[in-house]
């Protein structure tokens, strides 16, 4: 059985709203929105695979952050990589910053 399929709207401006974005159609141009950050929801759901801990989402660095296992995990095309090998571990001045502590002092040698 064959079935109507609905036309999109606004075909009269060029452009077709999509549950994905806006795409205009007219000169050849994509505009997806896929620079967006991600949901709110998906990162309240989101949790450490290893510590099971609450997770901070850097947007200027494009990552999820776990104070508990000292992990940041990469955030590609809005698909956080969740996996402890895909991990970079945090430094002491990027644990600071998130933590909004000083870092410790240097070691002194000897």
Same mark, same amino acid.
């Given at each position: %059985?064959? %079935?109507? %399929?609905?036309? &999109?709207?606004?075909?009269?401006?060029?452009? #077709?709203?999509? =549950?994905?974005?806006? #795409?205009?159609?007219?000169?050849?141009?994509? =505009?997806? =929105?896929?620079?967006?950050?991600?949901?709110?929801?998906?990162?309240?759901?989101?949790?450490?695979?290893?510590t099971?801990?609450?997770?901070?989402?850097?947007?200027?660095?494009?990552?999820?952050v776990?104070?508990?296992?000292?992990?940041?995990?990469?955030?590609?095309?809005?698909? &956080?990589?969740?996996?402890?090998?895909?991990?970079?571990?945090?430094?002491?001045?990027?644990?600071?910053?998130?933590?909004?502590?000083?870092?410790?002092?240097?070691?002194?040698?000897?």
């Amino acid at each position: %059985m064959l %079935m109507k %399929m609905k036309t &999109p709207l606004n075909t009269n401006s060029g452009r #077709v709203n999509t =549950n994905r974005g806006q #795409v205009n159609i007219n000169r050849g141009q994509v =505009n997806t =929105n896929a620079d967006r950050a991600i949901s709110a929801q998906l990162l309240s759901l989101l949790v450490c695979p290893l510590t099971l801990s609450g997770l901070i989402y850097d947007k200027e660095r494009d990552q999820l952050v776990s104070l508990q296992a000292g992990l940041s995990y990469p955030i590609k095309g809005q698909v &956080p990589i969740m996996l402890e090998e895909a991990g970079e571990p945090l430094t002491d001045g990027a644990r600071a910053h998130y933590t909004k502590t000083p870092p410790p002092p240097p070691k002194k040698e000897g």
